[in-house]
């Protein structure tokens, strides 16, 4: 028998709220994020699947290494991207195929509409399982694509087996960064966001190659 509508609660649906930019992203959260896995400081709002969360964490890590030339990095980062924002759109159909179960068809018909299955609230039994039928068509399909994208984070995760960097690591880059003349007077560890420390980096870096040019002669 067809469900009827219900104004209950429904289970969280995504997306939350998240800093997904490097631009709005502390470099205190981002450390934390790097060194200790500590997702906690992107959450804006709501309550994120694990999914989503390193989904942000993958887009804020290759906004950082796009703005300062990491492009190895960023190849994997973008692989790892990809990789969760699939297991975030498989758990948002299962969750959507128990909200249609329970009634509750407004978020569920939301969320399917948004990721390419046109429906509206289905008003018999019939169109509830044809629904339902469609839903787990496309939830195959995209596991099938997930198991190719998982396929080529494993590959590139198993070649990725450089340390971690600690927070010593990246106290000895805010040190190198204070040496700058041209970065230490506006340099602020403690407002600072990520993109801001990737372009200080590139300034560092380019301050670093006039020196020697100066001393060398050489373009």
């Known amino acids: 028998m067809l469900p009827k509508p219900t ?3 429904a289970p969280q649906m995504p997306p939350a709220v998240l800093i997904e930019s490097a631009y709005n992203c ?3 959260t981002y450390i934390d994020m790097i060194v200790d896995d500590k997702l906690d400081g992107i959450i804006i709002s709501g309550n994120p699947l694990r999914e ?3 989904e942000a964490k993958m887009k804020i890590i290759s906004e950082f290494h796009e703005i300062s030339g990491g492009g190895e990095t960023k190849v994997y980062v973008d692989t790892a991207s990809s990789y969760y924002a699939k297991l975030s759109v498989i758990a948002g159909f299962d969750i959507a195929i128990r909200l249609m179960q329970a009634g509750m068809y407004a978020k569920a018909i939301e969320f399917l509409n948004k990721y390419g299955v046109k429906c509206s609230a289905p008003t018999t039994d019939e169109e509830l399982k044809l629904l339902i039928n469609m839903i787990d068509l496309k939830l195959k399909n995209r596991l099938a694509k997930l198991q190719e994208a998982s396929s080529k984070f494993k590959a590139l ?3 990725k087996k450089c340390d971690k960097p600690t927070r010593a690591y990246f106290n000895r880059l805010l040190v190198m960064l204070s040496t700058c003349e041209v970065v230490k007077i506006q340099l602020n560890p403690k407002k600072m966001t990520v993109a ?3 372009e200080y980096l590139n300034v560092f870096n380019e301050y670093q190659n006039q020196l020697k040019i100066r001393k060398y002669g050489k373009r």
């Open 7 to 9: 104004n209950r609660p």
């Open 157 to 159: 995760s198993s070649k």
């Open 196 to 198: 801001e420390f990737a």
């Open 26 to 28: 502390q470099l205190s």
């Open 52 to 54: 989503q969360l390193e």
